[in-house]
């Protein structure tokens, strides 16, 4: 018998799959998370009160998707910022997959710097599947569920002074986040067929930036919630674009936060990385606030 168990294994790595998180014998890990949705105070009122929901969710039923934390932005600020927040999404990550989640790295536009790693592979071959819904390379603004972001980014959102040149500067994730066997590398719907693939119900994501790629990748919050997920976003692990001599006039980290309202009240919950790894929330270096709303 021990020869068939072997081709069993064997077989299951080659389709894809991984060993449960947790013996047969032993109940799965769950998260018991307390996220925050803006819910309105009155219907037609246009008030919004952050009102708390608790979330129980099976860890093996969870993904957590690393969005564009690339080695360099074409801003200078925004590179320093992702460079900062790196270490406590490695951390993140580390937690998570340690009580059995599936870690999938998502930076965009460099996939060829990861064409041979495992991890690209894993993705690759997640089997494409029929969605009631079109999957979409990009998840615009729908304007029927959703009215303009509350922050003017029509400048590319550089708070830099003079602002930086626009370009192309990267060229992989940035290397503070760890890839370990088993989890995944992608920028396309290739996410969405692995998580199906998976049984995976439950998706989580932190990174970069959240009024543009955060809210339109193809693995990220719009098409997610759209596909039927049950999704969070991470709001003390993430980042806007946003230059504060631009409307509302307000600081860089207010901007992030009135982004993260609007996701809120339209697309998902959002919730600390504390709950998960204890401590306090992350907090940018340069926020003057002594207690800002986002936490």
Known sequence: MPTLRCAAVALAL???????????????????????????????TARYLPTDVPLDWHVDQTALVICDMWDQHWCKSAT???????????????????????????????????RDHPGRELARRA????????LEDWCPRDPGREPPLPIDDSDGGCDCRPQCETGRPWSRQIDTIEIRDGDAITDSAEAFYLIKQRGIRNVVVAGVHTNMCV???????????RQGQNVVLVRDLTDSM??????PFVS?????????????RYWCPTITSDQVLGGAPHRFAADPRE????H
């Open 14 to 44: 080659v389709a894809g799959m991984t060993a449960p998180a947790h013996a047969a014998d032993e109940p799965a890990a769950r998260l018991s998370l307390l996220a925050r949705r803006q819910v309105e105070a009155r219907p037609g």
């Open 80 to 114: 320093a910022r992702v460079a900062e927040m790196a270490p406590r999404i490695n951390d993140l990550a580390g937690e998570l997959r340690r009580q059995g989640a599936l870690i999938i790295h998502c930076p965009s536009d460099v996939l060829d710097f990861y």
């Open 127 to 134: 089997p494409r599947i029929a969605t009631a819904l079109p």
């Open 215 to 225: 809210l339109g990748r193809p693995f990220s919050i719009r098409q997610m919630v």
């Open 242 to 247: 946003y230059n504060p001599r631009m409307r």
């Open 252 to 264: 860089h980290f207010a901007g992030t936060d009135l982004v993260v309202e609007h996701i809120e």
């Open 291 to 294: 207690h800002p709303p986002s």
